[in-house]
């Protein structure tokens, strides 16, 4: 069965420092990976995606993430943290069922 | 619209009362999911339309809940007899069905069982 894990639910990085939020899947045939952020009181929005090619992706508001194959990770990182990054943030896969599988999620926090 | 809109964005009931949160997809997007997010944790899968296809009802955690989505479009999640453990932000999403595409969230809809 497909899956996606994050193994931390905390992160804590300086303003300034670059950040990584990790993710792991799980799954049969070729992954279709998404991260996704939720700001406090807001809904999920859509970050970035890897479908084929490059394994690096850019995405919205300066994040990227790296593909990896062999360590079956999908890990987001920026290269200079902000403050007003401080969120919740989700990794996802699709299964092979179609329907969208997410990850329990990493609180990320940004202390200036 | 110009995005998945849900109501009512907050709803309160009393224990073993029904209650119904409606999904508006954006137009166009022949794929719809419901999840469940308790304060603020990670999201619980509860069903998925694909077009015609028979819904994917495998995350609904008992009988008292059920969805429907009537003309390919607007979606109702129902849940009967409401209990405490029901309070959660119910979020919709919807996306035009293919593994390449994201999906797009409403705002969600927070219950509260009193």
């Known amino acids: 069965a497909q899956s996606v894990a994050q193994p931390e639910d905390q992160v804590n990085v300086a303003e300034g420092n670059p950040l990584t939020v990790k993710c792991t899947y799980s799954v049969s045939g070729n992954p279709y990976l998404f991260w996704y952020v939720q700001y406090p009181n807001r809904g999920l929005q859509f970050l970035l995606k890897y479908i084929t090619g490059d394994n690096l992706v850019k995405g919205s508001y300066g994040f990227e993430a790296e593909f990896n194959k062999s360590q079956t990770s999908f890990h987001l990182k920026k290269p200079s943290a902000l403050v007003s990054d401080s969120a919740l943030y989700f990794c996802?896969?699709?299964?092979?069922?179609?329907?969208?599988?997410f990850g329990s999620g990493t609180r990320l926090s940004i202390r200036p | 619209g110009a995005g998945v809109s849900q109501s009512p964005s907050n709803k309160v009931t009393e224990k073993g009362k029904d209650v119904e949160l409606r999904c508006d997809p954006i137009s166009g997007h022949t794929a719809l999911y419901w999840y469940r997010q308790s304060l603020g944790q990670g999201l619980e899968f509860l069903i998925y339309f694909q077009g015609n296809s028979a819904p994917d009802k495998s995350g609904l955690p008992s009988d008292r809940f059920s969805a429907e989505r009537t003309g390919g479009s607007v979606s109702t999640l129902t849940i009967q007899r409401t209990q405490q453990e029901d309070s959660a932000v119910y979020l919709c999403?919807?996306?035009?069905?293919?593994?390449?595409?994201?999906?797009?969230f409403g705002q969600g809809t927070r219950l509260t069982v009193v």
């Open positions: 999403a919807s996306s035009l069905g293919l593994v390449s595409t994201e999906a797009f």
């Open positions: 996802a896969v699709y299964s092979s069922a179609s329907k969208i599988i």
